[in-house]
Structures are given as C-alpha cells and as structure tokens.
C-alpha cells in the first residue's frame, strides 16, 4: 500500500538548517580571531644601503694656445702676395726654359727673340699685379714691405728687358748670362721678402 507524503518537497526544509549553521560557524570565527588572536605582527626592518658619493678629481693639465686672429683685410693682403709668389715662379720657369733652349740650339735665333720679348710683357704684367692694390694703409709695417716687392719686381722686369738685349748682343752671351743671374737672385729675393712678409703676420 502506497505511503501518501503531504510535503512533496522535503528538502526545502534542510536548507534553512544549513545556513543556519554556515551563520553560527562564520560568527564564532569571527570572534576567536577578534578575541584570542595569537599571531604577533613583526614590523619588517628594511636595510637601506647608504650610496657615499665619492668625489672624483681630475687632474687636468690645460693647454693653452694663443690664436692670432687676424684682420680680413690682412689675410687677404697675405692672400695676394702668397699668389705673385706663385706667379713669380712660374715666370722664371719659363725664363729658364727659354734659355735653356737657346743654349742647346733647340729654337732658331727669331723663335728666342719672341720668346724673350714676350717675357718682357709678362714681366710687365706681374709688376702692375705686384704694385696694386697693396696693403691696407693702415698697417705701416706691411706698406713698408710691399715697397720692397714693388722694388724687387721692377728690378725683375728690366731684368727681362737686358736679356733680350743680351741676346741680341754681339758678345758671346757674357751680357745674356749676367742678365739671367741678375733675374734668377731677383726673383729669388723676392719670393724670400714674401715668405717673410708672411710668418710675421701669421706667427702666434
């Protein structure tokens, strides 16, 4: 014979005794630790290695240079000469050259009397470059210098102009070979006076 059960849901009465005893449970935990809590909080000592800054010294050897600076008008000066030193340079190549060539019978008597007589012109040409525009006016040392180069450079110009006249002589190249020497010291001379001119204004 079937039992009749009036509660078709009997575990919905269980429920209740389970949170009942959750609740009883969680509250006598929370007053045993509130109460009879045996754990000591040690404060943790942190070790904070001191940093020292050591100073450092340097012992510092300073060189000192002496720069001299010059005015632009100056280094344009110093400019100019150092290119008619050049230009000296390659004129007496030329002239040597030339010479050189007559003596070895190398040109015909005509073809040195042009060639002569052109230098002359050269030499012209490098005296006008020589004597302008100069220095400035305001550096009495440089004017008196420039004079020199000017005086060196004509000297070179009638050298020229007594080799032609050498050449064409009736001697035997006695005043020819004078000349040349006369020309070669002069440019020789005068190249000096420039590399002069130059480390005075330029030395520190």
């Known amino acids: 014979m079937d039992t009749f059960n009036e509660d078709p849901k009997p575990g919905r009465?269980?429920?209740?005794?389970?949170?009942i005893g959750m609740i009883a449970t969680t509250y006598t935990f929370i007053n045993r630790v509130a109460t009879d809590n045996s754990l000591e909080l040690e404060p943790t000592t942190e070790e904070i290695a001191e940093?020292?800054?050591?100073?450092?010294?340097?012992?510092?050897?300073?060189t000192?240079?002496?720069?001299?600076?010059?005015?632009?008008?100056?280094?344009?000066y110093l400019e100019e000469i150092s290119s008619e030193r050049i230009q000296s340079i390659d004129l007496a190549t030329k002239v040597l050259?030339?010479?050189?060539?007559?003596?070895?019978?190398e040109v015909?008597?005509?073809e040195a009397k042009?060639?002569?007589?052109?230098?002359?012109?050269?030499?012209?040409?490098?005296?006008d470059t020589v004597t302008e525009p100069g220095p400035p006016s305001t550096f009495a040392g440089l004017v008196k210098?420039?004079?020199?180069?000017?005086?060196?450079?004509?000297?070179?110009f009638l050298d020229t102009e007594e080799l032609l006249e050498g050449l064409t002589?009736?001697?035997?190249?006695?005043?020819?070979?004078?000349?040349?020497?006369?020309?070669?010291?002069?440019?020789?001379?005068?190249?000096?006076?420039?590399?002069?001119?130059?480390?005075?204004?330029?030395?520190?």
């Open 169 to 204: 002589s009736s001697d035997t190249g006695e005043r020819r070979a004078a000349a040349l020497n006369s020309f070669n010291e002069n440019v020789t001379q005068f190249q000096e006076k420039i590399d002069e001119i130059v480390a005075v204004n330029t030395s520190s």
């Open 145 to 156: 210098s420039h004079e020199e180069l000017k005086s060196l450079a004509n000297l070179i």
């Open 108 to 110: 015909t008597y005509q």
């Open 13 to 19: 009465l269980v429920l209740p005794l389970v949170l």
């Open 64 to 76: 000192t240079s002496t720069t001299t600076t010059l005015p632009t008008e100056v280094v344009s």
């Open 51 to 62: 940093v020292v800054e050591t100073d450092v010294v340097v012992d510092e050897t300073s």
């Open 114 to 127: 042009d060639e002569f007589a052109a230098f002359i012109e050269d030499a012209q040409q490098f005296v």
């Open 97 to 105: 050259e030339a010479n050189d060539r007559w003596d070895n019978e």
